[in-house]
């Protein structure tokens, strides 16, 4: 059957996943009795569209999923998505609003809700179907979503049982507030924005002494209003005297206590610092080692409320701040002020600056579950790759603070704890469970605050297998074999599972993490809409095609390295797929299709046992490196085995062998025999990487039985008599000849349609008759009028050694030497110049300091190629200074 001359992607994709996705061969069989292999999605927000990061997340656990099927374990890629709590009540209000409906407070909380599972099920699966666009063989009978009623059952039941025992409370801390959407957000859901702004100096009275002052550094003047303590460092001889007595609050005119604490470093700023407990992270931790006062002074909308002098109260935190600055100067108590640059933390979604705010929230002793998890990681029951990434996952759970689960939002789980008349709280799975709990007649009120999103999704690798049912799925599936993941949500996330999975399963979730780094543009850039530098994996998908996406997105996974990603590197990978599909029409058209009763041990042919004996390597190769989670050097196993060895060297070796010259009907028969059997192996070997294309041309090169798929096939187990060292090293050698010949042809600037002749100097009997063996190939591939042996070479003869032969290649009638010394004089000048400069701005230590990092990599990529280049062409020049 004939291929079609152009390779379309378009066409191909849609048709192989409906075909997939009714086969059935995605879905997992804990039946089966094969051996599992478990991989849990990271749920993607529903409110989500597929981008970079998520195809190059999902691209490798496809990989994964699809080689350990193929290598006959039972793999279940469980799928999913998260209910994403913010993120989703935004898009639904957001909706509401330009249709012009009521608002989610006009509404109620039973109607918004009822809107958003309405929403849910209009749009909710944009990301799924995109998901399938990307060729994941997800296990789709299984597909789970946060809020399921079995989740939702999952998480009651969690809150319960760690509320019993005594690891979730309810706590007066400090969270992250943000006063736009009127709820404490994650830390995650924070972002530190570099921005100018302000220092100021602020003098405080100290009580009884109307001549001294102790000075406080502050970019946020208004808080000074709720500070309880000034702290400085118990050794700073400037205070050691001020420690026990007070100072006097400015404005306000209570009096706050100057303390000693070793957390105050003496040489920033003045050595002296104020303390605000219920408005900074740090000054909290302060207040309770000292048991200072907690004046919160804002309400849930950063306005001033009545713990504030008057004049204050009612006044946005900006405004007050203007007023707090104005006053002070009035008083002469503003010393200076300094124009500085600082991080200030703003809300992801509301982009408004985000206020640490004392509140009473729901809390859960991280602490406590961390000590187990830790554990896990330190006994080798779950390993990191790369593994240095245990090092962080330790510093993290070690100085863990309790965790807020609790935010003030309709869309997610509603915590399960209702309220009498009195207060008091009873936490149960359902109301008529908390009703028993308070007694008939009590009247309950619910509580109005719904889970953090991260508290569901510690619970996916379990509860999306039936727990807290002792489910089959359960039993064959948990703990789970890997997951891969971003490492920015390994504390969020994967700390979070490890947690919640020892405390309840009792085992780890799962024995391997992968964390990958960030995908970046061509340049290192982090993506980002405002630099108009995001590159939309849909976008790309139909300019280049899936596979060449999926392919590019492998090659670059380097362990613990960030992918620079660009349409040129993209494009490369679709030519990688052109050239698979050329070749597959090359073998079509030359009759090289696969056998039904080939045996590769019968080959007889040196350059057939040869490529038999490549694929074993290539086999060899991919195994070792995905079992290393050496994704990257998987992909370039087979990349260069198909490109470099199957296409630029057998299929060029084999053309006399296939030509109608050749009488040897059992030679030809043979080799389009060991072709076709080679190119199925391909498509085999090719397929977790690029399943689309592989699929395409499995149906179409040969009859297959009825619903025969290549991604159902079994990964090869070659049997090792296929490798013939003899035939390896025989045609290792012819590579490496006309290797070198035409690197020394590129290096002398030799025309690509000039033939040479080739003399060759001590050559074994042995070599020379491989020369003879092969004399056509060596002279078609590399370009020679005829190969000789000599015993003193001819001037203007350039020489170059293969193995123990010197072999010599007269030029002087095919280029002009002097032009060409003159040339490659010229160009190392070019190169020396530049290595100096490259040198010189690496020498600077202000620009290595302040220039971003992927523009001093860039320099050093530039100056280490350069260095090559020069190293060639110096090479090169003394050759021709010697002829």
């Given at each position: 059957?004939?291929?079609?001359?152009?390779?379309?992607?378009?066409?191909?994709?849609?048709?192989?996943?409906?075909?997939?996705?009714?086969?059935?061969?995605?879905?997992?069989?804990?039946?089966?009795?094969k051996?599992?292999?478990?991989?849990?999605i990271?749920?993607?927000?529903?409110?989500?569209?597929?981008?970079?990061?998520?195809?190059?997340?999902?691209?490798?656990?496809?990989?994964?999923?699809?080689?350990?099927?193929?290598?006959?374990?039972?793999?279940?890629?469980?799928?999913?998505?998260?209910?994403?709590g913010i993120?989703?009540?935004?898009?639904?209000?957001?909706?509401?609003?330009?249709?012009?409906?009521?608002?989610?407070?006009?509404?109620?909380?039973?109607?918004?809700?009822?809107?958003?599972?309405?929403w849910?099920?209009?749009?909710?699966?944009?990301?799924?179907s995109?998901?399938?666009?990307?060729?994941?063989?997800?296990?789709?009978?299984?597909?789970?979503?946060?809020?399921?009623?079995?989740?939702?059952?999952?998480?009651?039941?969690?809150?319960?049982?760690?509320?019993?025992?005594?690891?979730?409370?309810?706590?007066?801390?400090?969270?992250?507030?943000?006063?736009?959407?009127?709820?404490?957000?994650?830390?995650?859901?924070?972002?530190?924005?570099?921005?100018?702004?302000?220092?100021?100096?602020?003098?405080?009275?100290i009580?009884?002494?109307?001549?001294?002052?102790?000075?406080?550094?502050?970019?946020?003047?208004?808080?000074?209003?709720?500070?309880?303590?000034?702290?400085?460092?118990?050794?700073?001889?400037?205070?050691?005297?001020?420690?026990?007595?007070?100072?006097?609050?400015?404005?306000?005119?209570?009096?706050?206590?100057?303390?000693?604490?070793?957390?105050?470093?003496?040489?920033?700023?003045?050595?002296?610092?104020?303390?605000?407990?219920?408005?900074?992270?740090?000054?909290?931790?302060?207040?309770?080692?000292?048991?200072?006062?907690?004046?919160?002074?804002?309400?849930?909308?950063?306005?001033?409320?009545?713990?504030?002098?008057?004049?204050?109260?009612?006044?946005?935190?900006?405004?007050?701040?203007?007023?707090?600055?104005?006053?002070?100067?009035?008083?002469?108590?503003?010393?200076?002020?300094?124009?500085?640059?600082?991080?200030?933390p703003?809300?992801?979604?509301?982009?408004?600056?985000?206020?640490?705010?004392?509140?009473?929230?729901?809390?859960?002793?991280?602490?406590?579950?961390?000590?187990?998890?830790?554990?896990?990681?330190?006994?080798?029951?779950?390993?990191?790759?790369?593994?240095?990434?245990?090092?962080?996952?330790?510093?993290?759970?070690?100085?863990?603070?309790?965790?807020?689960?609790?935010?003030?939002?309709?869309?997610?789980?509603?915590?399960?704890?209702?309220?009498?008349?009195?207060?008091?709280?009873?936490?149960?799975?359902?109301?008529?469970?908390?009703?028993?709990?308070?007694?008939?007649?009590?009247?309950?009120r619910?509580?109005?605050d719904?889970?953090?999103?991260?508290?569901?999704?510690?619970?996916?690798?379990?509860?999306?297998?039936?727990?807290?049912?002792?489910?089959?799925?359960?039993?064959?599936?948990y703990?789970?074999?890997?997951?891969?993941?971003?490492?920015?949500?390994?504390?969020?996330w994967?700390?979070?599972m490890?947690?919640?999975?020892?405390?309840?399963?009792?085992?780890?979730?799962?024995?391997?993490?992968?964390?990958?780094?960030?995908?970046?543009?061509?340049?290192?850039?982090?993506?980002?809409?405002?630099?108009?530098?995001?590159?939309?994996?849909?976008?790309?998908?139909?300019?280049?095609?899936?596979?060449?996406?999926?392919?590019?997105?492998?090659?670059?996974?380097?362990?613990?390295?960030?992918?620079?990603?660009?349409?040129?590197r993209?494009?490369?990978?679709?030519?990688?797929?052109?050239?698979?599909?050329?070749?597959?029409?090359?073998?079509?058209?030359?009759?090289?299709?696969?056998?039904?009763?080939?045996?590769?041990?019968?080959?007889?042919?040196?350059?057939?046992?040869?490529?038999?004996?490549?694929?074993?390597?290539?086999?060899?190769?991919?195994?070792?490196?995905?079992?290393e989670?050496?994704?990257?050097?998987?992909?370039?196993?087979?990349?260069?085995?198909?490109?470099?060895?199957f296409?630029?060297?057998?299929?060029?070796?084999?053309?006399?062998?296939?030509?109608?010259?050749?009488?040897?009907?059992?030679?030809?028969?043979?080799?389009?025999?060991?072709?076709?059997?080679?190119?199925?192996?391909?498509?085999?070997?090719?397929?977790?990487?690029?399943?689309?294309?592989?699929?395409?041309?499995?149906?179409?090169?040969?009859?297959?039985?009825?619903?025969?798929?290549?991604?159902?096939?079994?990964?090869?187990n070659?049997?090792?008599?296929?490798?013939?060292?003899?035939?390896?090293?025989?045609?290792?050698?012819?590579?490496?000849?006309?290797?070198?010949?035409?690197?020394?042809?590129?290096?002398?600037?030799?025309?690509?349609?000039?033939?040479?002749?080739?003399?060759?100097?001590?050559?074994?009997?042995?070599?020379?008759?491989?020369?003879?063996?092969?004399?056509?190939?060596?002279?078609?591939?590399?370009?020679?009028?005829?190969?000789?042996?000599?015993v003193?070479?001819?001037?203007?003869?350039?020489?170059?050694?293969?193995?123990?032969?010197?072999?010599?290649?007269?030029?002087?009638?095919?280029?002009?030497?002097?032009?060409?010394?003159?040339?490659?004089?010229?160009?190392?000048?070019?190169?020396?110049?530049?290595?100096?400069?490259?040198?010189?701005?690496?020498?600077?230590?202000?620009?290595?300091?302040?220039?971003?990092?992927?523009?001093?990599?860039?320099?050093?990529?530039?100056?280490?190629e350069?260095?090559?280049?020069?190293?060639?062409?110096?090479q090169?020049?003394?050759?021709?200074?010697?002829?």
């Open positions: 059957m004939m291929l079609d001359k152009i390779f379309d992607h378009k066409e191909i994709e849609q048709k192989h996943y409906k075909i997939w996705e009714e086969s059935g061969v995605f879905q997992a069989d804990p039946a089966s009795g051996d599992p292999f478990a991989i849990m990271p749920p993607p927000n529903v409110t989500g569209s597929l981008h970079i990061g998520h195809a190059f997340t999902m691209t490798l656990q496809d990989l994964v999923t699809r080689y350990h099927r193929m290598k006959g374990r039972d793999a279940l890629w469980l799928p999913g998505t998260d209910h994403a993120a989703t009540q935004m898009v639904v209000e957001r909706k509401l609003a330009a249709e012009k409906l009521p608002s989610r407070r006009e509404m109620g909380r039973a109607a918004f809700v009822e809107k958003v599972w309405e849910k099920g209009q749009s909710g699966g944009t990301i799924t995109q998901l399938r666009k990307l060729g994941a063989s997800l296990d789709w009978s299984r597909e789970r979503f946060t809020m399921d009623e079995g989740l939702n059952r999952a998480v009651r039941k969690v809150f319960v049982e760690l509320y019993r025992e005594g690891l979730i409370y309810r706590d007066n801390r400090l969270v992250n507030w943000d006063p736009k959407l009127l709820t404490a957000v994650s830390d995650l859901e924070v972002v530190a924005k570099e921005v100018k702004g302000h220092m100021w100096y602020i003098r405080y009275p009580e009884g002494d109307q001549e001294r002052f102790i000075t406080i550094a502050t970019t946020r003047p208004e808080t000074m209003l709720g500070d309880s303590a000034v702290v400085v460092h118990p050794d700073d001889e400037r205070y050691k005297d001020l420690i026990g007595k007070f100072a006097v609050l400015p404005l306000v005119g209570r009096l706050i206590k100057i303390i000693g604490d070793e957390y105050v470093d003496p040489e920033l700023g003045t050595g002296a610092m104020k303390v605000t407990p219920a408005h900074d992270f740090n000054d909290f931790e302060i207040g309770r080692r000292h048991g200072l006062e907690m004046i919160n002074i804002m309400d849930i909308h950063a306005r001033m409320n009545d713990k504030v002098p008057e004049e204050y109260q009612g006044l946005d935190r900006f405004d007050a701040r203007k007023k707090v600055l104005n006053e002070l100067e009035a008083l002469d108590l503003l010393e200076k002020i300094e124009d500085i640059t600082h991080t200030v703003y809300g992801d979604r509301s982009d408004v600056v985000i206020e640490p705010f004392l509140t009473v929230q729901w809390y859960c002793d991280a602490k406590t579950l961390a000590e187990p998890a830790i554990r896990a990681v330190e006994d080798g029951r779950t390993k990191f790759v790369p593994d240095n990434w245990k090092n962080t996952y330790f510093e993290w759970l070690n100085n863990i603070q309790p965790w807020c689960i609790s935010r003030q939002l309709w869309w997610g789980h509603q915590i399960p704890a209702w309220y009498d008349e009195d207060g008091v709280v009873y936490v149960a799975e359902t109301e008529a469970e908390a009703q028993a709990q308070a007694g008939v007649g009590a009247k309950l619910r509580d109005e719904v889970l953090d999103t991260w508290f569901s999704s510690a619970l996916w690798p379990f509860s999306t297998l039936g727990w807290p049912e002792k489910t089959v799925d359960l039993k064959a599936y703990p789970g074999s890997l997951l891969i993941t971003g490492f920015d949500i390994l504390f969020f994967v700390a979070r490890m947690m919640m999975g020892l405390h309840f399963m009792k085992d780890v979730p799962f024995h391997t993490v992968y964390l990958h780094a960030l995908v970046r543009d061509a340049k290192g850039q982090k993506m980002s809409k405002s630099k108009g530098n995001v590159i939309d994996p849909l976008d790309i998908i139909a300019k280049y095609g899936t596979d060449s996406l999926r392919f590019c997105l492998i090659s670059m996974a380097a362990q613990g390295r960030d992918i620079r990603l660009s349409d040129e993209i494009e490369g990978y679709r030519n990688f797929a052109t050239k698979i599909w050329n070749a597959t029409r090359y073998c079509v058209m030359n009759e090289c299709l696969p056998q039904t009763d080939f045996n590769p041990l019968s080959v007889r042919g040196t350059i057939n046992q040869w490529i038999i004996s490549q694929v074993l390597e290539t086999q060899k190769s991919i195994d070792q490196n995905m079992a989670y050496r994704f990257n050097d998987a992909a370039l196993a087979i990349y260069q085995f198909v490109w470099g060895t296409c630029d060297w057998y299929l060029e070796f084999t053309k006399p062998l296939l030509s109608d010259q050749n009488e040897d009907a059992a030679m030809k028969d043979e080799t389009r025999a060991t072709t076709g059997w080679v190119l199925d192996q391909i498509l085999i070997l090719l397929n977790p990487f690029m399943p689309f294309i592989t699929e395409e041309l499995y149906a179409k090169i040969a009859p297959r039985a009825a619903g025969s798929l290549v991604m159902a096939q079994s990964w090869p070659y049997d090792a008599a296929l490798n013939n060292a003899g035939a390896v090293a025989e045609i290792g050698w012819l590579i490496r000849l006309i290797t070198e010949i035409r690197s020394v042809r590129a290096d002398m600037n030799v025309p690509a349609g000039a033939k040479i002749a080739m003399l060759m100097k001590d050559a074994h009997p042995d070599t020379m008759a491989r020369c003879e063996e092969y004399r056509e190939i060596i002279q078609r591939m590399a370009r020679l009028s005829s190969i000789d042996k000599i003193q070479p001819p001037k203007g003869s350039i020489q170059t050694i293969v193995d123990e032969a010197t072999i010599i290649l007269p030029i002087a009638e095919i280029i002009d030497l002097d032009k060409e010394r003159a040339r490659l004089r010229k160009e190392i000048e070019k190169l020396n110049a530049n290595i100096d400069r490259i040198n010189q701005k690496l020498g600077d230590e202000k620009f290595v300091a302040n220039a971003p990092q992927e523009i001093v990599e860039e320099q050093k990529s530039r100056r280490e350069s260095e090559v280049t020069l190293k060639k062409l110096s090169a020049l003394s050759q021709l200074e010697a002829a």
